[in-house]
């Protein structure tokens, strides 16, 4: 008697089918950047090899074991190497439920491209992705995690598939208080979030400038808000881009965790630091979280990690 049937198969890791490459700017560092997505052996996860840096510091596995706190993008630190601003990538793999992929790239920072992940869901699109012989596992959530601040919280609460609320709110009209809620399934992420693009203010660009931050900013690929007005021409993408953008953010940090979660996450005003914070007390505490596989006739069962991360008044945030 046959026994693998729909009902009881799982699924499978994922990776792509060939390499691709592209290159851009450094958002932060203003540095011309090529960088190639490989795929990669199953179990691998996802990792960074720095290709300008001798050593064993130039492979960075994209884990939350490796980052560190940092409010205006997501960083990973080995044997003081460094790769930053890789939210939108990691949004972009996770989105499309790549488990395992090597990512070769020549220097500090990820490209920003467009300021949104859609340039990098093209790329995977374009490789094409291929099942493994290994199953998917995910982090299925247990109990309530939290991580609190004055005025911000990030949340991770048990529930079934994946879901988001989120809330942000500025003191301009071209933002203003925005919340949305998302059950996040693969199919929703390209039309979605994909092209919801990282935004700042222009009178805190020449600050951060100063700070050696945002030098390859511009309108290309970012939104830009002068007072109460958008700058860039053709406008928005969405009419709450904004919040999109940090839903973007935050599928990218949750990524971290390694897995795909299973559970609801509720974030106010909460950002990249507070996102790190939150997926290393969930992993640090084996009584909030286990190992679960995704059946594969399961469709209500997301097969992407995600969640949201929106910063209160943060210039060029990604």
């Excluded at 046959?2 to 060939?18: F, I, P, Y």
């Excluded at 509720?266 to 630091?273: C, E």
């Amino acid at each position: 008697m046959k026994t693998n049937t729909a009902a009881n198969r799982v699924l499978k890791q994922k990776t792509l089918k060939s390499a691709i490459n592209c290159s851009g700017v450094g958002l932060h560092s203003g540095d011309n950047v090529v960088m190639t997505l490989h795929p990669a052996e199953p179990g691998t996860g996802i990792i960074f090899h720095r290709t300008d840096v001798a050593g064993k510091g130039a492979v960075i596995p994209a884990t939350w074991e490796y980052a560190i706190e940092s409010p205006l993008c997501t960083t990973l630190v080995k044997d003081d190497v460094k790769i930053g601003t890789i939210e939108h990538l990691m949004s972009a793999l996770a989105g499309f439920g790549i488990d395992n992929c090597r990512i070769d790239i020549n220097a500090c920072e990820v490209p920003v491209m467009d300021g949104s992940s859609s340039p990098f869901v093209f790329l995977i699109e374009c490789a094409g992705v291929v099942e493994q012989n290994a199953p998917k596992r995910a982090i299925r959530i247990l109990k309530e995690v939290r991580d609190d601040e004055e005025t911000r919280s990030g949340i991770l609460s048990p529930a079934e598939g994946f879901s988001v609320s989120f809330e942000i709110d500025f003191d301009t009209q071209a933002i203003g208080r925005q919340e949305l809620f998302m059950e996040v399934r693969p199919d929703h992420y390209k039309q979605e979030v994909s092209r919801a693009r990282t935004f700042g203010f222009l009178h805190e660009a020449d600050q951060l400038r100063k700070m050696g931050l945002a030098r390859g900013g511009s309108l290309d690929n970012a939104i830009v808000i002068d007072g109460d007005t958008v700058m860039n021409e053709g406008g928005l993408r969405y009419g709450n881009e904004f919040v999109r953008h940090k839903i973007l953010d935050s599928i990218g940090d949750l990524f971290l965790a390694g897995a795909p979660i299973i559970g609801h996450y509720h974030g106010i005003k909460s950002g990249h630091a507070q996102t790190y914070r939150l997926v290393k007390q969930l992993l640090s505490d084996n009584s909030a979280w286990e190992w679960a596989t995704l059946p594969a006739s399961e469709s209500s069962i997301p097969v992407t990690s995600s969640f949201i991360a929106p910063e209160r008044a943060v210039a060029a945030s990604v």
